[in-house]
């Protein structure tokens, strides 16, 4: 039987052994419960290090945590054994025999996973992604093998491929002047199977054609809409009037919410008119009646036929009610503290008629441009205002990137402009879920292939120490490191250990508005609206 991309991936890492399945992918540690820690301090610990004895493996700590890919998921106890040797033979055997011991131990009424993890932490691979560097011979010789390498890819790996996207690779942790390696980056569906070997070498031949040096990974990844999946956010700050980055959703889907992108005037010149809306993505305002849905996936939302004019709400419900439940959980000398109450009092009352407008115009799904179009706009008088930059994710006067020193920007300034989004530009954004990050437009698009088995050519930003956005974060306004919005974050990639992100970029959208609905077009509100 063939292998599943996970065990193929796996395998190729031969400096982490676990009990079962497969290594996680950068897992998020946390201190496990009391009653676990002194389980494995009292009886799991010795006898763990004689089953390490018996093995002849070496270590420098033992130690139990609660394991989540990536701060989220089930929760996995895991119990992690810190080797330096490079002798791993023994490993996936005395990791198995561990385990069993620890399951044999744990109460009757345990939840949750348990694994056991042997690993050397300096030989293992951290390997991240960064943009492509900006080197015209690079970037021209990468172009050349795409042709090549997309044909081999779908030939090979027909049934299983995701993306392929061109990156550097680095060591987590490296500085930015590790040069890294090249490496064109082949992803396929979580759970496929296929003949990854000869796919690699076949995609080795074709880049052998190359005269500079450019690794292959396969690996596992797919690509997902920045919907939520992570569950309900807590809302520390709640204004009465949205913000640039808010939880919004639509009137009865209490599971999926997005982020408010940004207002805009939709001018409609033939019919003598100028509306006050917002921007985000259809997905995030996409009608949870599936009839509708359905309708508006093929056909998109227009002013003369009313299905798809759905009610947005902000707060996201999930997220306004997870709120207020939390709020009524405090104990009850933080309850009845003023700060609680008014907080209460203010999310209750806007969570009464949370309506901020009605979706008017949207794309439905579809491609264009050769990228996909994913945009609606929100008719919302209201909540009329100028567009801020995102804020500052310190409390310095300026937000500056350690990685470009010429990108600086006053987070009290308006966003005045649209710009064109370029290959190379830094960019940063401000969402729902991960508020204000930055990261760097690849020099080379991802070729996608959705789960509809359309292929696009999709912009990615690539954040150096982080993910640019995360679940909930879909519709978020994009800005340059001149101030100026460029585009929409549309989905994220799982692949990655900080993951890839995907934006419309603004000009599409302007384009796909004028062709939805003739002579529209958008212009952004001034400052001299507040």
């Known amino acids: 039987e063939l292998p599943s991309i996970e065990a193929w991936f796996a395998q190729k890492e031969k400096f982490r052994a676990v009990g079962h399945g497969f290594p996680m992918g950068m897992p998020q540690m946390q201190d496990c419960s009391p009653e676990l820690e002194r389980l494995f301090q009292e009886t799991l610990k010795p ?12 270590y420098s700590s033992i130690r139990l945590d609660d394991w989540r890919s990536k701060g989220t998921g089930e929760v996995q106890h895991t119990i992690l054994v810190s080797s330096n040797d490079t002798n791993t033979t023994k490993w996936k055997t005395a990791a198995e025999e561990i385990l069993r011991v620890f399951r044999h131990e744990l109460p009757l009424d345990f939840t949750g996973d348990a694994q056991v993890e042997v690993q050397n932490k300096q030989l293992m691979n951290t390997d991240v992604s960064r943009a492509v560097p900006n080197e015209p011979a690079l970037i021209k010789c990468l172009e050349g093998t795409k042709e090549g390498i997309t044909e081999t890819v779908m030939e090979s790996l027909n049934g299983c491929w995701s993306s392929i996207g061109y990156h550097t690779r680095v060591p987590l942790g490296s500085s930015p002047d590790i040069r890294g390696r090249v490496t064109v980056m082949v992803y396929c569906r979580f759970g496929s199977r296929g003949d990854f070997k000869t796919a690699e070498d ?6 052998d054609k190359s005269p500079m040096d450019i690794h292959v990974e396969i690996a596992p990844g797919e690509v997902f809409l920045a919907r939520n999946g992570e569950g309900p956010r807590f809302l ?24 408010l992108g940004g207002w805009v005037w939709l001018h409609i010149p033939r019919r003598d008119m100028r509306v006050r809306c917002v921007l985000t993505c259809y997905h995030v305002v996409r009608s949870p009646n599936e009839t509708i849905a359905a309708h508006t996936d093929v056909h998109g939302v227009v002013p003369d036929d009313r299905r798809g004019h759905i009610v947005a709400e902000y707060p996201a419900a999930c997220d ?3 709120t207020l439940d939390i709020l009524t959980s405090l104990p009850k000398n933080k309850a009845n503290s003023l700060e609680v109450r008014s907080q209460y009092r203010d999310l209750y009352n806007r969570m009464v008629n949370p309506a901020i407008g009605k979706v008017t115009l ?7 441009d050769n990228s996909r179009m994913d945009w609606a706009l929100i ?8 567009n801020k930059l995102p804020p500052s994710p310190s409390k310095q006067d300026t937000f500056s990137l350690s990685l470009c020193g010429a990108f600086a920007m006053n987070p009290d300034s308006w966003v005045m ?15 729902r879920t991960s508020g204000t990050t930055y990261g760097k437009i690849n020099h080379l698009r991802r070729e996608v292939r959705w789960p509809s088995g359309e292929r696009t050519y999709e912009m990615e930003v690539i954040s150096p120490n982080g993910e640019f956005s995360r679940p909930g974060d879909s519709g978020s306004m994009v800005v340059n490191s001149r101030g100026e919005f460029v585009g929409l974050v549309l989905a994220t990639d799982s692949s990655t250990p900080f993951g890839v992100t995907y934006i419309t970029p603004i000009s599409h959208i302007l384009r796909d508005i004028n062709r939805t609905v003739s002579y529209t077009h958008l212009t952004l509100p001034t400052s001299d609206l507040v």
């Open 362 to 368: 949207a794309s439905g799904n579809r491609i264009s």
């Open 320 to 322: 306004g009610q997870h």
């Open 202 to 207: 076949r995609i080795l031949k074709v880049l």
């Open 379 to 386: 008719t919302s008088p209201s909540t009329f205002r100028p």
């Open 236 to 259: 520390a700050d709640i204004p009465a009037s949205p913000i640039n980055g808010a939880s919004i959703s639509v009137r009865g889907n209490n599971t999926e919410p997005g982020s």
């Open 47 to 58: 006898k763990i290090t004689s089953i390490l004895g018996k093995f002849s493996i070496n």
């Open 417 to 431: 402009s649209f710009g064109d989004v370029e290959l190379g530009d830094w960019v940063s954004k401000y969402g």
